[in-house]
């Protein structure tokens, strides 16, 4: 039994220290006697350098520093996020099956394919015989390693239940990478139209408009009603400066990422979006479940709620609910609930606030936030659902405005060209 030392909010708040036999132990006692967990360490712990541990014990440890500084400066492969969410499930089947981490991660290696995954396994490997933590040589290596996978690597070596965080982090990988193909599929569609639609309308500006109006022109009888004019002047203008209008959408898109570079400018759009009709409630809804599911897999995990949330405000991709996160933190290290910071910021909803605010009182907030998890899922399928049923049918408005727009530009000037023909 150890001794460990906690900050935590709940019916019991305040610190104090409790002994159990992992961090992870103290943890779930502290979430039975409701209490959440702030912070827990353990009392006592060594912080000498790992060298001094090795030269007391007289243990040699091959050294691997050269290789990781070699490794470092050097273009590092990455894989794609299902390819690592297949990493880490087949690593959590091998410990679960009973083999020793090093172990497993060389019975993973002898069946990765491809550039990336081999060399990121070899990287592992080599950290790890040295006696480096895997959560240590997952940071150092980098991506496709962000903090939220680092931050569960660290639950699973301080937990000791390592084949099941990582099972629980490989189905929260799997799910944010199908939730990415969901919003991707659903945009697909409508995108293509939309080019279709402006590729269209440029070929028939540019080249068929000129052709059908020369002969009416030449003749130079009356005036060209507004829409002709609007459009000719269109086509004469692409024509002439085609190559400045290029030119100028690159500088637009550098201009653009300076733009949003700024961190005042990225709240700003991001603030922006969350207030699109329709487009902004399928945001919310994404990073809601996104931030829930992260939350209660970390929170369950072992990890403190101080950590868990810094973990899961890198993985919301909004910066305005990152900065509302941020307040939490601050909050939450003050002594403040978790509840009370998420309404104050007016982006997550009342449902999510209600059910953090019930698993905080009851000491349950891990299971609260799973079940809630579930239920935003489903919000995030309806919410796709309304966009790509919405979306089309803007998009046809739009190319009918349009459309109408050229017909009258070039149906105008013939119906008075037959007019006077006629008279």
């Known amino acids: 039994m150890a001794t460990f030392r906690y900050q935590g909010l709940g019916a019991a708040s305040g610190g104090g220290t409790i002994q159990a036999n992992t961090r992870a132990d103290a943890m779930r006692i502290l979430f039975q006697q409701g209490v959440v967990a702030t912070s827990v360490?353990?009392?006592?712990?060594?912080?000498?350098?790992?060298?001094?541990?090795?030269?007391?014990?007289?243990?040699?440890?091959?050294?691997?520093?050269?290789?990781?500084?070699?490794?470092?400066?050097?273009?590092?492969?990455?894989?794609?996020?299902?390819?690592?969410?297949?990493?880490?499930?087949?690593?959590?089947t091998a410990i679960e099956a009973g083999l020793p981490l090093l172990q497993s991660l060389r019975t993973v290696r002898r069946q990765a394919k491809g550039k990336g995954m081999p060399q990121i396994l070899d990287f592992l490997i080599e950290r790890v015989e040295a006696g480096v933590t895997l959560h240590q040589a997952a940071k150092e290596y980098g991506p496709p390693f962000d903090d939220m996978t680092v931050g569960m690597f660290r639950a699973a070596d301080?937990?000791?239940?390592?084949?099941?965080?990582?099972?629980?982090?490989?189905?929260?990988?799997?799910?944010?990478?199908?939730?990415?193909?969901?919003?991707?599929?659903?945009?697909?569609?409508?995108?293509?139209?939309?080019?279709?639609?402006?590729?269209?309308?440029?070929?028939?500006?540019?080249?068929?408009?000129?052709?059908?109006?020369?002969?009416?022109?030449?003749?130079?009888?009356?005036?060209?009603?507004?829409?002709?004019?609007?459009?000719?002047?269109?086509?004469?203008?692409?024509?002439?400066?085609w190559w400045a209008m290029v030119l100028a959408l690159i500088a637009g898109y550098i201009a653009?990422?300076?733009?949003?570079?700024?961190?005042?400018?990225?709240?700003?759009?991001?603030?922006?979006?969350?207030?699109?009709?329709?487009?902004?409630?399928?945001?919310?809804?994404?990073?809601?479940?996104?931030?829930?599911?992260?939350?209660?897999?970390?929170?369950?995990?072992?990890?403190?709620?101080?950590?868990?949330?810094?973990?899961?405000?890198?993985?919301?991709?909004?910066?305005?609910?990152?900065?509302?996160?941020?307040?939490?933190?601050?909050?939450?290290?003050?002594?403040?609930?978790?509840?009370?910071?998420?309404?104050?910021?007016?982006?997550?909803?009342?449902?999510?606030?209600?059910?953090v605010n019930i698993g905080e009182r009851s000491g349950r907030l891990e299971p609260m936030l799973m079940h809630a998890a579930t239920a935003f899922d489903r919000q995030v399928n309806t919410s796709l659902k309304m966009f790509t049923k919405a979306l089309p049918p803007i998009l046809i408005v739009v190319m009918a405005v349009i459309a109408g727009f050229v017909l009258m530009g070039i149906m105008l000037p013939?119906?008075?060209?037959?007019k006077t023909l006629g008279g």
């Not at 013939?414 to 037959?418: D, F, H, K, V």
């Open 158 to 241: 301080a937990s000791g239940r390592n084949a099941e965080v990582l099972h629980q982090l490989a189905d929260l990988l799997d799910r944010s990478v199908e939730l990415k193909r969901e919003v991707v599929g659903a945009t697909v569609y409508p995108m293509i139209v939309a080019a279709i639609i402006a590729l269209s309308v440029v070929v028939l500006v540019t080249f068929v408009l000129p052709k059908i109006m020369a002969p009416i022109l030449s003749q130079g009888k009356g005036t060209l009603p507004f829409p002709t004019v609007v459009l000719l002047g269109l086509a004469s203008f692409i024509g002439s400066w």
């Open 41 to 92: 360490e353990a009392v006592g712990d060594s912080k000498a350098p790992r060298a001094a541990v090795i030269a007391a014990s007289g243990t040699k440890v091959p050294f691997a520093g050269l290789g990781a500084l070699l490794q470092s400066r050097s273009k590092k492969p990455s894989i794609s996020k299902s390819e690592l969410t297949s990493l880490i499930r087949e690593l959590a």
């Open 414 to 418: 013939l119906l008075e060209l037959q």
């Open 256 to 355: 653009w990422q300076r733009w949003v570079a700024v961190p005042t400018n990225r709240l700003l759009l991001d603030l922006t979006l969350l207030r699109v009709p329709i487009l902004g409630v399928l945001l919310r809804d994404v990073a809601v479940a996104r931030f829930t599911r992260t939350l209660g897999t970390l929170v369950s995990a072992g990890i403190p709620i101080l950590q868990a949330l810094r973990v899961v405000r890198d993985t919301l991709g909004n910066a305005a609910m990152m900065a509302a996160i941020d307040e939490v933190q601050e909050k939450v290290t003050t002594g403040s609930s978790l509840a009370d910071p998420l309404e104050r910021s007016g982006l997550f909803p009342p449902l999510l606030v209600q059910i």
